[in-house]
């Protein structure tokens, strides 16, 4: 299995997971180098002059949908208006089973536990892929290198329980 993301658990007791494993905490342009000499994007805020793009998406406060980038070709998509979660993987990505679908968004966590996504970090998307289970499912993202609002949602269908 490829370890670009680890696959979450699912969480019937309602307990949080096993301590994350975070790379440290990073700057925007050390991330930014790191996905260069990878060959990857490595776009950052501080180095295009994007108006939609930043360091920070605080998940529970903000409106609209969000392309979260990270070390890997896996995309993460947020429609904090609807709190629905899209994971897109790229080549060479793992997989599961509710990729290329909008599915139930619980939480988000953070190195810091506050929901705040930061480039240079790795965040956990906690969700709720089936509404008539009483476990969530989660991953851990590979360290985030852009954060992106975006004017048009991307397509993919939305789980019933998701609308």
């Known amino acids: 299995m490829n370890t670009d993301e680890a696959p979450g658990g699912q969480l019937s007791d309602g307990s949080t997971p096993p301590a994350l494993a975070v790379d440290p905490p990073q700057t925007a342009q050390?991330?930014?180098?790191?996905?260069?000499e990878e060959g990857q994007?490595?776009?950052?805020?501080?180095?295009?002059?994007e108006p939609n793009a930043q360091a920070t998406?605080?998940?529970?406060?903000?409106?609209?949908?969000?392309?979260?980038?990270?070390?890997?070709?896996?995309?993460?998509y947020l429609d904090l208006d609807r709190r629905?979660?899209?994971?897109?993987?790229?080549?060479g990505s793992?997989?599961?089973?509710?990729?290329?679908?909008?599915v139930a968004l619980v939480d988000v966590d953070s190195l810091l536990g506050d929901g705040i996504i930061r480039i240079g970090e790795r965040p956990c998307y906690f969700t709720d892929p089936d509404?008539?289970?009483?476990?969530?499912?989660?991953?851990?993202?590979?360290?985030v290198t852009?954060?992106?609002?975006?004017?048009?949602?991307?397509g993919g269908p939305r789980k019933d329980n998701a609308e």
């Open 30 to 36: 050390a991330v930014a180098r790191a996905n260069n």
């Open 41 to 49: 994007a490595g776009r950052t805020p501080e180095s295009v002059s």
């Open 84 to 91: 629905l979660l899209l994971r897109t993987p790229g080549p």
């Open 131 to 143: 509404a008539s289970s009483d476990a969530y499912r989660w991953w851990v993202q590979r360290t």
């Open 57 to 76: 998406l605080d998940t529970r406060h903000a409106q609209g949908t969000w392309a979260i980038r990270s070390a890997s070709t896996t995309v993460y």
């Open 94 to 102: 793992s997989t599961g089973p509710y990729d290329h679908q909008w």
């Open 146 to 154: 852009w954060i992106e609002r975006l004017d048009v949602a991307p």
